[in-house]
């Protein structure tokens, strides 16, 4: 006999198809971070643009996708290539279950291989700042009175010291990709008289949003990160007492990706970008 005691529970109120088809859809597409998803959907374009114009099915069959390989070769850097067809894969597998095992066939494979030596290209990468180039902006900082500067030098050494990437600290110009579940706010702040940190709520890497805690270490020298937190933390509390938010411009909103860059390549004009930290 089954013991009442421990039968099974009644099953909830069961959904209609369709809300289990909209709930089914809503859960594969937050497997993805927002920005990959448009990054892969730009992919999946390129792809469907090329068919289309080559008269071949969609399908992505390993002689479709080397052929696709070959063709993007001749128009962007065959090292990128391999990220394009993560993003066709990406979109297509819900469609042709195949895709992956596809895109590993030696087909395309070797084909990417060869496209990569024909056409060999050095990596673009953005010049590093260093600890000089940061310590020649002290003098023109430390002077400044304006709130906005001293945001964004504080930002700059915050990244710098931090060992942060820029979209950690910022919004994306896109507003489809602007998450406050990932926004620092400043109640997590906590300043001593050798360093100060700050809880990272979620990034890229962390995708249950379990938070990271950043620690920032004086330095005693004219790059040390602490000096102009410490007084932009007290400009902040004088300007906004009732926000939550611990990066704010002078008008009250979160910095952005180009508000950043136009600041820093006021003073570094020189292949610099948000890499550079």
């Not at 009732?242 to 292949?271: M, S, V, Y």
């Amino acid at each position: 006999m089954i013991n009442k005691s421990h039968a099974s529970k009644r099953p909830c109120e069961p959904w209609t198809h369709d809300r289990l088809m909209r709930e089914h859809a809503i859960a594969i597409a937050n497997a993805i971070e927002p920005s990959s998803a448009s990054t892969y959907s730009s992919a999946l374009r390129s792809y469907i643009d090329f068919c289309s114009a080559h008269s071949l099915p969609n399908e992505p069959t390993p002689d479709t996708l080397s052929f696709y390989a070959v063709y993007m070769s001749h128009h962007i850097r065959p090292r990128s290539i391999s990220s394009y067809l993560s993003g066709v894969c990406s979109q297509l597998e819900p469609f042709f279950p195949n895709v992956r095992t596809n895109r590993r066939h030696w087909l395309v494979s070797k084909t990417l291989e060869g496209c990569k030596k024909m056409y060999l290209t050095a990596p673009l990468c953005k010049r590093p700042l260093t600890q000089s180039k940061l310590t020649s902006l002290s003098p023109l900082y430390s002077l400044s009175t304006s709130y906005n500067d001293v945001l964004f030098f504080s930002l700059l050494l915050t990244g710098f010291h931090g060992l942060m990437q820029l979209g950690e600290l910022i919004w994306p110009d896109n507003r489809a990709l602007q998450d406050y579940r990932k926004i620092i706010f400043c109640h997590s702040v906590h300043v001593n008289d050798s360093s100060y940190q700050f809880l990272l709520p979620g990034h890229k890497a962390d995708h249950f949003f379990k938070g990271t805690q950043v620690i920032v270490q004086s330095t005693l020298l004219t790059d040390d990160p602490l000096s102009p937190f410490t007084p932009y933390l007290t400009a902040w509390d004088s300007k906004f007492p009732f926000q939550a938010e611990l990066w704010l411009k002078e008008d009250g909103r979160i910095p952005t990706r180009t508000w950043f860059l136009q600041c820093l390549r006021h003073h570094f004009p020189d292949n610099t970008g948000g890499h550079s930290l």
